[in-house]
């Protein structure tokens, strides 16, 4: 799925309104209809309780009043409160203003600077005071009246977007704090940012009639990775394949203490459709391995209790560094000499990272093409720490164009930037995960897929994906809050069952 900058769904919606043709407000209209439909759904068809309709004086105060109108013709309680604010009104929030005159004055108000607002007790609020054409940070009237619904205890529903939540940058100031958004067609940017999490906790996506010719042929960098994206990239397996079809992984992993991270990510190796499995760890392991994760061959075993040597093995086809690696200055050696000559694809991960990360010029030795799967904390080490989440994703997409690398910045909506400049957002995944060896078992997914001939590109948004779609079938099972990463493992078979049975 797409993600649209505002100035383009503008564009998107004007061409619709010229080409279909239809007027603009017939396609307020169809907006308005899913969002009553999607909210009535939401409030479970409950006639009785009071529903307040914030608008303000453009198109979304516009999609706010046909919404209520259509309440108040469906039987709901509802009461609107108009914003006269600064700037004139739009054509189109006049034409549904005057619509809802119509029907009943008493239940329609006007608020103003100078207006005290008292509040009745409401049971939702519907915010449709400002869309997602703002570009400046709310203050005086408006803030007051966010800051207001924000406190009161009502249920709070966005239309499009939370108000004074800007749709493609940090707004630094006040905002709706909604707890359902029903975002027209698109995702915004702004909601994948953990910097935003108070303003948009939940969100969904409905197309309102907009033209697909328009959409398809609009070009942009950000993308919500989806399951249609995801069917056109998972490979079939066929009746006579064989082991050798499906590669030879090669992971670099553990360290004395930290052998549990080997085991995971091997596991998730495995468990993603390898072919083989070759392992290099510190002699300190192999018995834990070798009982641990018996479909596992060990093809170099280091004297030491961290790995300080690495064999590059004939018939490798990719190799993940990082899990459990330790931060042995031997172990930075060995790596750096690694980096400068493996030829196959590589995952770099935890360790990995943070050894690169005490010695800055080994940025410039990562391969063209590499994986890198940071947390938030292993990107800043690797590349500066910036003000906002929107200036980090920038300094992401940068780095990724300066080394010509995937980096996956993992997080709830885990980001993967290619050195083309796109940016994928992952929609599956949940706060379960957020646990020790999370990271290790994606870095086994990901090299197993690079391994079984997934290009770079398509191995970090399949790896991700279904990464977090078998977090996600974990805590369905066991909830959140038990979850470990082993867990993930184990669904990862029905992960990958659920995609190839579409």
């Given at each position: 799925m797409k993600i649209f900058g505002a100035k383009q769904i503008r564009d998107i919606d004007e061409f619709t309104i010229k080409n279909m043709p239809i007027e603009s407000i017939e396609l307020m209209e169809n907006a308005s209809r899913v969002f009553y439909n999607w909210f009535i759904d939401k409030i479970n068809y409950n006639k009785s309780k009071l529903i307040t309709v914030f608008c303000g004086k453009g198109n979304n105060g516009g999609d706010g009043l046909a919404v209520a109108r259509m309440l108040h013709d469906g039987g709901y309680r509802v009461i609107v409160y108009v914003l006269e604010g600064p700037g004139t009104s739009s054509l189109d929030f006049r034409s549904n203003l005057y619509n809802f005159q119509q029907l009943d004055q008493s239940r329609?108000?006007?608020?103003?600077?100078?207006?005290?607002?008292?509040?009745?007790?409401?049971?939702?609020?519907?915010?449709?005071?400002?869309?997602?054409?703002?570009?400046?940070?709310?203050?005086?009237?408006?803030?007051?009246?966010?800051?207001?619904?924000?406190?009161?205890?009502?249920?709070?529903?966005?239309?499009?977007?939370?108000?004074?939540?800007?749709?493609?940058?940090?707004?630094?100031?006040?905002?709706?704090?909604?707890?359902?958004?029903?975002?027209?067609?698109?995702?915004?940017?702004?909601?994948?940012?953990?910097?935003?999490?108070?303003?948009?906790?939940?969100?969904?996506?409905?197309?309102?009639?907009?033209?697909?010719?328009?959409?398809?042929?609009?070009?942009?960098?950000?993308?919500?990775?989806?399951?249609?994206?995801?069917?056109?990239?998972?490979?079939?397996?066929?009746?006579?394949?064989?082991?050798?079809?499906?590669?030879?992984?090669?992971?670099?992993?553990?360290?004395?203490?930290?052998?549990?991270?080997?085991?995971?990510s091997s596991l998730a190796t495995m468990?993603?459709?390898?072919?083989?499995?070759?392992?290099?760890?510190?002699?300190?392991?192999?018995?834990?391995?070798?009982?641990?994760?018996?479909?596992?061959?060990?093809?170099?075993?280091?004297?030491?209790?961290?790995?300080?040597?690495?064999?590059?093995?004939?018939?490798?086809?990719?190799?993940?560094?990082?899990?459990?690696?330790?931060?042995?200055e031997a172990t930075r050696v060995t790596l750096e000499k690694f980096l400068t000559?493996?030829?196959?694809?590589?995952?770099?991960?935890?360790?990995?990272?943070?050894?690169?990360?005490?010695?800055?010029?080994?940025?410039?030795?990562?391969?063209?093409g590499a994986i890198l799967t940071p947390h938030i904390k292993e990107f800043e080490r690797l590349f500066g720490s910036t003000g906002n989440d929107f200036d980090r994703h920038r300094l992401q997409k940068v780095v990724s164009d300066k080394y010509k690398i995937y980096i996956a910045l993992k997080g709830a909506h885990t980001c993967i930037t290619s050195p083309k400049g796109e940016s994928y957002f992952n929609s599956t995944g949940n706060n379960g995960m957020a646990t020790a060896g999370s990271g290790d078992v994606l870095t086994g997914i990901i090299t197993s897929l690079l391994a079984q001939g997934y290009a770079a590109r398509e191995a970090s948004i399949l790896g991700v994906y279904v990464h977090g779609l078998a977090g996600d079938l974990a805590a369905a099972q066991l909830g959140p809050s038990g979850m470990i990463a082993s867990d993930v493992v184990k669904k990862l078979p029905l992960a990958f069952k659920g995609l190839n049975d579409e």
């Amino acid at each position: 799925m797409k993600i649209f900058g505002a100035k383009q769904i503008r564009d998107i919606d004007e061409f619709t309104i010229k080409n279909m043709p239809i007027e603009s407000i017939e396609l307020m209209e169809n907006a308005s209809r899913v969002f009553y439909n999607w909210f009535i759904d939401k409030i479970n068809y409950n006639k009785s309780k009071l529903i307040t309709v914030f608008c303000g004086k453009g198109n979304n105060g516009g999609d706010g009043l046909a919404v209520a109108r259509m309440l108040h013709d469906g039987g709901y309680r509802v009461i609107v409160y108009v914003l006269e604010g600064p700037g004139t009104s739009s054509l189109d929030f006049r034409s549904n203003l005057y619509n809802f005159q119509q029907l009943d004055q008493s239940r329609l108000h006007t608020i103003s600077e100078d207006k005290a607002l008292a509040l009745e007790v409401s049971d939702y609020i519907i915010d449709a005071i400002l869309g997602s054409g703002l570009d400046r940070t709310v203050t005086g009237f408006y803030e007051k009246v966010i800051t207001q619904i924000n406190y009161s205890s009502a249920r709070v529903f966005s239309i499009d977007i939370p108000s004074g939540l800007f749709a493609d940058s940090t707004t630094g100031g006040t905002s709706i704090h909604a707890h359902e958004i029903l975002s027209f067609q698109f995702p915004k940017l702004a909601f994948m940012f953990p910097e935003n999490y108070e303003s948009v906790s939940n969100w969904e996506t409905l197309p309102i009639g907009l033209l697909t010719s328009k959409i398809d042929n609009t070009t942009t960098r950000n993308f919500y990775i989806d399951r249609s994206l995801i069917k056109g990239i998972i490979k079939q397996r066929y009746k006579f394949d064989h082991k050798g079809v499906y590669g030879h992984a090669g992971l670099i992993v553990g360290s004395i203490g930290m052998m549990g991270a080997a085991i995971l990510s091997s596991l998730a190796t495995m468990r993603s459709g390898v072919g083989l499995l070759s392992l290099q760890i510190p002699s300190a392991g192999v018995n834990i391995m070798q009982t641990a994760v018996p479909e596992a061959m060990i093809s170099h075993l280091d004297n030491s209790e961290c790995i300080s040597t690495i064999t590059l093995t004939e018939g490798i086809d990719a190799y993940g560094i990082g899990p459990g690696l330790g931060k042995n200055e031997a172990t930075r050696v060995t790596l750096e000499k690694f980096l400068t000559t493996c030829e196959q694809p590589i995952v770099l991960d935890a360790d990995a990272l943070n050894l690169i990360a005490s010695r800055k010029t080994m940025l410039e030795l990562i391969p063209e093409g590499a994986i890198l799967t940071p947390h938030i904390k292993e990107f800043e080490r690797l590349f500066g720490s910036t003000g906002n989440d929107f200036d980090r994703h920038r300094l992401q997409k940068v780095v990724s164009d300066k080394y010509k690398i995937y980096i996956a910045l993992k997080g709830a909506h885990t980001c993967i930037t290619s050195p083309k400049g796109e940016s994928y957002f992952n929609s599956t995944g949940n706060n379960g995960m957020a646990t020790a060896g999370s990271g290790d078992v994606l870095t086994g997914i990901i090299t197993s897929l690079l391994a079984q001939g997934y290009a770079a590109r398509e191995a970090s948004i399949l790896g991700v994906y279904v990464h977090g779609l078998a977090g996600d079938l974990a805590a369905a099972q066991l909830g959140p809050s038990g979850m470990i990463a082993s867990d993930v493992v184990k669904k990862l078979p029905l992960a990958f069952k659920g995609l190839n049975d579409e």
